[in-house]
């Protein structure tokens, strides 16, 4: 699962979209798991598209507050929510 919310309803994609995906990316680079992995394919777009983030995982539960929150962020379900890739770039967790 690295498919965000949105594409996975057919609401179609947006630059957003791959904000949601490297939020995935930084997801398993911190866990070494995918964030709404279930136990099949289908199992893993559903849970995408409808259960809440939990960063209940080794590896998120020993970051900063600072991390977790830009984790979540990027993972928002709601496009709008997410950062541009510009304004994720000085996040000053990242600098």
């Known amino acids: 699962g690295f498919v965000p919310p949105e594409v996975i309803a057919r609401e179609g994609w947006q630059a957003r ?3 949601f995906s490297a939020g995935c990316v ?3 680079a911190l866990t070494q798991r995918t964030p709404f992995r279930g136990p099949d394919a289908i199992s893993t777009l559903r849970r995408t598209v409808s259960r809440p983030l939990s960063l209940e995982y080794p590896g998120l539960m020993e970051a900063s ?3 977790r929150d830009f984790v ?3 993972l928002s379900k709601t496009p709008e929510v997410r950062p541009s890739a510009s304004a994720a770039l000085v996040v000053p967790w990242l600098g």
Do not use: G, Q, T
Request: some cysteine.
């Open 17 to 19: 979209s791959d904000i």
């Open 26 to 28: 930084m997801f398993v």
């Open 65 to 67: 507050s600072e991390c």
């Open 72 to 74: 979540s962020l990027l």
